[in-house]
């Protein structure tokens, strides 16, 4: 998604999706667009009246699809997911680093009001929600600028999954007919999704809130309608005011028990097995959990409530979830993890992503004179190059041994 991740999820947003991602992988993409563009008009031509029969003007159908061009790219994109695609320890590094934290306890107070209308609404605390709205567009910096319309005419007339997105393309034409959205702010993920958390057009249609009493959905242009719609997401999702999200356990040593954010049971039975709070306190009761071992039994362990399960729905990857969770603990003025990840070569920042980018571009890596923090196609390239001849693995990765080769040669 590139949001501050990538935007380029009851009703979930972006499940379909993401389960799609991965079957993408088995694809061959250069055939998931079977011929040009005529074959594309045909596609649209063909699915013109279905779509005006859903309700949208032929007016919007013709002025938005008369002279579109397909976009294959997205098909490649789909495969690159970084839920899916990165070590946890790097997924989080860049998303839950201080700048996001700072960047996010500033937008807390900045928009104080509007969190605490969308809190005393659906339910949902702000530091929740201002998490999700740091992790999806780095809190409105980053919404993504692929046009929604192309992107999911393209999916809806490619070869895998068209129901789903058939659905998110009349969708979105019903947001431009309704006039919620001037087609020239339209822009977004690959994947359809838009605006400051990254809704897709669907559930913007079944979900989005005027929070500011303008008389408009605008998740692009309006902070208070986007926090608001956000907390409206995640109590249709299962959200329980009052509940915590979950917590960091210490397991015992040579832990062999069951695990599974699904496998949900009493804090009692978790404590039987040896459990505590990472602290080394008692579990004292509390709603049924699950034990979550995103990095298996050597790395950070959490029990996690139905309301880890409601991020979750937001988009279905246990790393995001956890991304959205440990954000809105620090935000909450909370410590980060305790235990460490398990591995020698920890992620980075995106502050200390910036400054490799940097390094690269002073040895002569071509990057397009960006150091964004963002590590695309450019930047793995040139970090697989420059660790080949510094003698580290060319995996590509943006890690604490690359940034102290770099800086040290």
């Not at 700048?99 to 104080?112: L, P």
Request: with cysteine; net charge positive; aromatic share 10%.
């Amino acid at each position: 998604m590139t949001s501050a991740n990538a935007p380029d999820r009851a009703a979930r947003r972006r499940v379909p999706f993401m389960a799609l991602c991965v079957a993408f992988g088995a694809m061959n993409t250069a055939g998931a667009f079977p011929a040009g563009a005529a074959s594309f008009q045909e596609c649209l031509a063909a699915l013109r009246p279905s779509i005006l029969a859903s309700g949208v003007s032929a007016a919007t159908f013709d002025k938005a699809t008369s002279a579109l061009q397909p976009n294959p790219d997205v098909f490649v994109l789909a495969q690159a997911q970084p839920e899916f695609k990165t070590p946890i320890w790097d997924y989080l590094a860049g998303l839950v680093d201080e700048e996001r934290v700072n960047d996010g306890r500033a937008m807390m107070q900045r928009w104080a009001q509007a969190l605490a209308t969308a809190q005393a609404k659906f339910g949902v605390d702000g530091a929740t929600i201002a998490a999700v709205w740091g992790v999806e567009s780095d809190f409105g910096r980053s919404f993504g600028t692929r046009p929604i319309i192309q992107s999911l005419a393209t999916l809806s007339c490619g070869s895998f999954r068209q129901a789903y997105f058939r659905t998110e393309f009349t969708a979105a034409l019903k947001i431009l007919d309704h006039g919620d959205i001037a087609p020239e702010q339209f822009v977004g993920s690959w994947a359809g999704a838009f605006g400051q958390t990254q809704f897709m057009p669907s559930t913007f249609l079944r979900t989005a809130v005027d929070l500011d009493g303008d008389g408009r959905k605008d998740l692009i242009n309006s902070v208070p309608d986007a926090l608001g719609s956000t907390a409206a997401y995640l109590r249709k999702g299962g959200w329980t005011p009052g509940v915590e999200w979950g917590f960091e356990v210490r397991l015992p040593q040579r832990y062999a028990g069951p695990s599974g954010r699904t496998r949900k049971e009493p804090m009692a039975a978790w404590a039987a097995r040896g459990i505590v709070r990472i602290d080394g306190s008692r579990l004292d009761g509390g709603p049924n959990a699950g034990l979550l071992l995103p990095a298996g039994p050597n790395g950070p362990a959490f029990l996690v409530t139905r309301n880890f399960d409601a991020i979750y729905s937001y988009n279905a990857a246990e790393s995001y979830a956890l991304a959205i969770a440990l954000l809105s603990d620090r935000l909450r003025g909370r410590r980060g993890l305790a235990t460490p990840w398990p591995t020698n070569d920890p992620g980075l920042s995106r502050a200390d992503r910036r400054e490799l980018q940097s390094l690269l571009m002073r040895r002569g890596y071509d990057l397009d004179g960006k150091a964004d923090g963002v590590i695309g196609t450019k930047t793995k390239q040139a970090i697989s190059d420059f660790q080949a001849k510094a003698g580290l693995p060319p995996d590509g990765r943006a890690s604490v041994s690359v940034l102290a080769a770099a800086r040290g040669r």
